[in-house]
């Protein structure tokens, strides 16, 4: 089986096994077995619901530390759009970028410039002619969502890199040229709003990736909230393109193609609505899809610190703001392979009964013939999020019907008439043969 990389991670010490996670987990990757949720990593696409969803804090997203740093010559950081609103109305991105430095960054590149440039290319690429509509590669969680439950659908995701990656790649050749440092003693650090960014990088779908590591959000947060006083605004020069910071919220991708029949989707459960419309033929008169994992895009990512409702006002407040003074975007790179992805995304062996086609529907109709017969209440109440999932989990032989408390408990009833019939029933030796008036021969006068 394949080996997977995961950024979400269970911490069984505040697992309470409460079925909250099983219940909003879009591949059903989660069961609660003796009293502890279990992730089935084949099926995980790192989407960060269980870590939103978990009142326990169970649920955590492993990223890097500020500590590696230190293993670079010179570090780079990428602040993801999505973190400028994090902060209040009056705090512009040369700020946040000044504070970002004071935590020890030698540089900064801004992922909203490598969107634009993204953007530019994606223009040009939906002139041409594309299976429709084509499906956005820039949030991880709804490539990987794809590659697990939609493999069918990979061949619409649109083949250029995302914005994260055209960022580290230009920031990387920036330094490389400006100050002759080698590209392995780059550092390139990527502030993410999600967990499924983490896993994009440690187990890319190319060779490599040009980011060398990930930092929470929310870790970073509180260390630049305390230095943003010493920042004068205005002062340090950004580009912060306004369309390029628009794609930290939804609809702001679209809103920088134009001129096309698009469609936005934001938040995983309704991501699936819409791709399942598209396995079923439809959809065929959008161009293009811009489908977001987490609600309200990624100001909406688990690992973002502030309401996503609140971001998005501050976001779209900050883009007019910046529309009234965009200073000169530097020439992007003119040749289209530099944006395209290296490799083509394959499927992930995620959600199959066996790899052998004849176990497979013989398995599938076990699993078919054991769902009948359960109640059909999908009450998470035996550890697997619907009896649909119970069934195929006494299928792989992961969990047995009396898992569901209402077989076992017509299991008990049936077991208690039988107590009570056998209660009522003597041995042979001490039954008296009553037709008879108790006699036989010898009892008659």
Known sequence: MQKYFHSVKLDKENCKGCTNCIKRCPTEAIRVREGQAQIIEERCIDCGECIRICP?????????????????????????????????????P?????????????????????????????????????PRPLISSACPAVVRLM???????LEHIVPIDTPMEIS????RE?????????????GVFFITPCPAKVTAVKQP????????????????????LGRLDSQPAGERAVLSPPRGVGW??????NHSIKGRSLLAVDGIHNVINVLEEIERGGLRDIDYVEAQSCTGGCIGGPLAPQNPFVSRVRMENLVKRLKAARPPLPDFPTDP????????????QGLKLSSDLDQAISMLGKVEKISADLPGLDCGSCGSPNCRALAEDIVRGYAETSYCVFKLREKLQVLAREIVDLSHLQPPAMRRDSSNGGGGEDGQK
């Open 56 to 92: 326990n804090r169970a649920k955590l997203a492993i990223t890097d530390s500020m500590d590696r740093l230190a293993d670079y010559k010179y570090t780079v950081v990428l602040p993801a759009p999505s973190l400028y609103a994090q902060f209040g109305p009056r705090v512009m």
């Open 94 to 130: 040369g700020q946040i970028l000044g504070a970002l430095l004071e935590t020890g960054f030698d540089d900064y590149f801004e992922v909203a410039v490598g969107a634009e440039a993204v953007s530019q290319s994606l223009r040009q690429f939906l002139r041409g002619s594309y």
């Open 147 to 153: 590659q697990v439950r939609f493999p069918g659908l």
């Open 168 to 171: 580290a790649r230009m920031a």
């Open 174 to 186: 920036s330094v490389m040229r400006q100050h002759g440092i080698k590209d392995e003693e780059i």
């Open 205 to 224: 779908y190319g060779d490599r990736s040009h980011v060398d590591g990930v930092i929470s959000m929310t870790a970073i947060y509180g260390e630049l």
């Open 248 to 253: 930290g919220k939804a609809g702001g991708e």
């Open 337 to 348: 392979e530099y944006y395209r992805l290296k490799k083509p995304i394959l499927p992930l």
